[in-house]
C-alpha cells in the first residue's frame, strides 16, 4: 500500500522532519517506476524540512532522505502512487513543457503543443498586490487565453537589495542579516506560483535580474536558484537565468566617455557605446552568469525548461559560454513605440537564423503605454509579425503591470505609469488573447513563413510591410500592419496573392481589434496562382480601412 496517492502531474508536499540548529542541506532520492533516480532538494519552512514532488508516470515512486549529515531524517522514507489524471485539459496533467521535435516550438510533455501567451508580472510578488488581488488577475488573464505569466524571484529590475519596491508582507527575498534566502518570503510566494499553476498558467521565473549577478557572488547565486529549485521545480515552470542579463547595476550618463553614446544617431549605436563602456563589469558579470548556469542545470532533477532575457540590440548567445545551457531565447527588443517595430523583427529574425536552432520569443516588446506611448497597434503588430515569422509564442507588457503600479509606487526608473488595476484594462492584453485563441484553431504549430505568398510583403529592407504563413495546403495566414506604418502609403494600392495553385480557395478577412470576421469571399487564382485582391475602401487599399486586417485563406475542394 503506498503511503501517498496522487494524480499524475499533481504536485505532492511530503513532510521529512523538523529543522535542527545543526542542519545543512538536504536531499531527497526519489526513484521511478522505471528505475530513474532524481535528487530533489528539501527545503525548510515552518521549522519542518518539506520536499516537492510530480510525475506524469504512473506507478509506485520511492523515496528516502539522502542526506545522512542530518541524523534526524535518518531512515525517512515512503511512496507515492501515481496514477493516470483523466481530466487532460488541465496543465499539471498535460505535463511539464518540452522542445517540440522541429526544434522551434514548444510541447507539453504528451505532446500537445503549446503557444507561449505571456504577460509580465516581473513585480508579481511584491507587498503591494495582495493575494486576492493575485488569484483574481490570474484568472483574468486565463480566461483572455494567455498562457505564461513571467515573473521575478525577488532580485527585481530597476531596485536594489532591501528597495522598499521590492518588499513583500514577509521583507525581502533575502534576509540581510543572515546572508540566506528568507524563507518566510519563499512560504508566501508558495502561494502565487500555486495560484499560477492552478489557472494554467505556467509560471516563467526570473531568478534575478542581470545586475544582480554583479552584486551577489556566485556562491549566493546558487543558493538562491537551489532555494526556487526546491520550492518551485515540482511545478510546471520555466526557469529563466537572468533579466536584461547583460544590464549592469548602474550607468553614469554624466560621464564624459558615454557623450559618444548620447550623441550617437540610433538607439542601436548608443546601447553598443554603453555596452563597451561598461565592458569590464559586465566581464564580471557574465561570468558569474555562466556559473550559475550551470549550477541550474545540474541541481533541477525534472529538468524544466530554461530562457535567458537579453537586452535591445544584444544577441543573447553571446552571453553564454555554453549555449546548451538554455533550451529557448527570450529577446528583449526595446520600447521606443514605431521606432522599435522594424528592429524588433530585425532582432526576432536573426535569433531564428542562429544555429543550432531554438524556440524564439520576443519576452518583452514594447510595453504598452510606456511613457504615453506603444499603444494597442503597436502590440498587435509585434505580435502578429512575429508569430509569422516564426516565432513560438509572444509576450505582452503593460507599463503599470510589471511593476504593480500604485499611489505609493507610482513608477521606477522607467517613469510614472499608471495604477496596475487602469493598466490591466489597455486594450492590448484582450487583443493579443483573442490573437492566440484565433491561432488555436489552427495548426499553427506547423506553420512556417512564406513571405512569397504575398505582394507586398516584408523582407529585410522593410520590415513594414505585410507578413505571410501558414501551410502550403492551407490554411495561410497574412497580416496586414495599418496603412500609416508604410514607408509609401501607395503600397496597398495592388495586393496580389501568390502560388495558390489551381484550386478556389475561401477567405476570411478579420479585424485583429475584436476577431470578428468583417466578410467571407472565394478567391479564384489566375492560371499563373496567383489572385488580387479586391474591394474593401477603394482609396490607396482594398482593404476595408486604414486599420490593420488579417486574411486567413482556406482551400476549398481539390483543383478545379
Known amino acids: 500500500m503506498a503511503d501517498i496517492q496522487a494524480d499524475g502531474g499533481e504536485v505532492t508536499e511530503i513532510r521529512l522532519g523538523p529543522v535542527a540548529d545543526s542542519d545543512g542541506l538536504v536531499d531527497v532520492w526519489f526513484t521511478e517506476p522505471d528505475g530513474r533516480r532524481l535528487v530533489v532538494p528539501a527545503f525548510a519552512s515552518g521549522g519542518e524540512w518539506k520536499v516537492r514532488y510530480s510525475s506524469v508516470a504512473a506507478g509506485t515512486h520511492h523515496y528516502e532522505v539522502g542526506t545522512p549529515a542530518v541524523p534526524n531524517l535518518a531512515g525517512v522514507a515512503g511512496t507515492i502512487d501515481v496514477t493516470a489524471r483523466p481530466d487532460q485539459q488541465r496543465l499539471a496533467a498535460r505535463g511539464p513543457l518540452r522542445i517540440a521535435p522541429d526544434g ?59 528597495a522598499a519596491a521590492a518588499r513583500s508582507r514577509s521583507g525581502w527575498v533575502w534576509d540581510e542579516e543572515a546572508g540566506a534566502p528568507n524563507p518566510e518570503w519563499f512560504d508566501e510566494a508558495d502561494h502565487r506560483i500555486a495560484a499560477l499553476a492552478d489557472q494554467g498558467l505556467v509560471p516563467c521565473i526570473v531568478g534575478a535580474w542581470g545586475h544582480y549577478y554583479e552584486l551577489m557572488d556566485s556562491g549566493q547565486l546558487a543558493r538562491h536558484w537551489r532555494e526556487m529549485i526546491a520550492r518551485w521545480a515540482a511545478y510546471p515552470v520555466v526557469w529563466c537565468l537572468a533579466g536584461e542579463a547583460s544590464l549592469t547595476p548602474a550607468v553614469d550618463v554624466d560621464d564624459p566617455e558615454l557623450r559618444s553614446a548620447l ?29 550559475v548556469a550551470r549550477t ?63 524556440p524564439v520569443i520576443n519576452g518583452e516588446p514594447s510595453y504598452e ?5 506603444s499603444w494597442q497597434d503597436i502590440q498587435r503588430f509585434m505580435f502578429w509579425s512575429h508569430v509569422l515569422s516564426g516565432a513560438a509564442g509572444h509576450s505582452y507588457g503593460a507599463h503599470g503591470i510589471w511593476g504593480f503600479n500604485t499611489s505609493s509606487v507610482p513608477g521606477l526608473y522607467s517613469g510614472l505609469a499608471p495604477h496596475w488595476r487602469a493598466a490591466a484594462d489597455l486594450p492590448g492584453s484582450r487583443q493579443l488573447g483573442l490573437g492566440r485563441r484565433m491561432l488555436a484553431a489552427l495548426p499553427w504549430h506547423e506553420f512556417e513563413p512564406h513571405p512569397e505568398w504575398l505582394s507586398p510583403s516584408a523582407h529585410p529592407g ?62 479564384e487564382p489566375e492560371p499563373d496562382g496567383s489572385a488580387r485582391l479586391v474591394g474593401g475602401a477603394g482609396f490607396l487599399t482594398p482593404l476595408p480601412s486604414w486599420a490593420d486586417w488579417l486574411v486567413v485563406l482556406h482551400p476549398e475542394g481539390g483543383p478545379r
Not at 541541481?299 to 530554461?306: M, N
Not at 503605454?369 to 506611448?373: K, L, N, Q
Request: hydrophobic share 40%; aromatic share 12%; charged share 25%.
Open 462 to 523: 522593410d520590415r513594414l510591410l505585410p507578413y505571410a504563413a501558414g501551410l502550403r495546403e492551407g490554411p495561410r495566414v497574412f497580416y496586414f500592419p495599418p496603412n500609416a506604418y508604410l514607408n509609401n502609403c501607395f503600397r496597398y494600392s495592388a495586393i496580389w496573392f501568390h502560388e495558390l495553385g489551381d484550386r478556389r480557395w475561401r477567405a476570411e478577412l478579420i479585424d485583429p481589434v475584436t476577431g470578428a470576421v468583417e466578410r467571407e469571399f472565394g478567391v
Open 104 to 162: 522551434r516550438h514548444l510541447e507539453h510533455s504528451d505532446g500537445t503543443p503549446f503557444f507561449w501567451l505571456a504577460d509580465t508580472w516581473w513585480y508579481g510578488f511584491a507587498e503591494r498586490l495582495e493575494l486576492t488581488e493575485f488569484r483574481e488577475f490570474a484568472a483574468a488573464r486565463a480566461e483572455q487565453g494567455f498562457s505564461v505569466i513571467q515573473i521575478v524571484a525577488g532580485l527585481y529590475p530597476e531596485s536594489l537589495p532591501q
Open 296 to 358: 541550474v542545470r545540474a541541481a533541477d532533477p525534472f529538468g524544466r525548461l530554461v530562457t535567458i532575457h537579453s537586452v535591445p540590440f544584444a544577441k543573447p548567445w553571446e552571453f553564454l559560454e555554453d549555449e546548451s545551457v538554455v533550451d529557448f531565447w527570450l529577446l528583449q527588443t526595446g520600447h521606443q513605440g514605431h521606432q522599435a517595430l522594424a528592429p524588433a523583427v530585425d532582432q526576432m529574425q536573426a535569433a531564428l537564423d542562429h544555429r543550432p536552432a531554438k
Open 369 to 373: 503605454g510606456i511613457a504615453g506611448s
Open 263 to 291: 550623441e550617437a544617431e540610433t538607439t542601436e549605436e548608443a546601447l553598443r557605446d554603453l555596452a563597451a563602456h561598461e565592458h569590464a563589469t559586465i566581464e564580471h558579470q557574465l561570468k558569474t552568469l555562466n556559473d
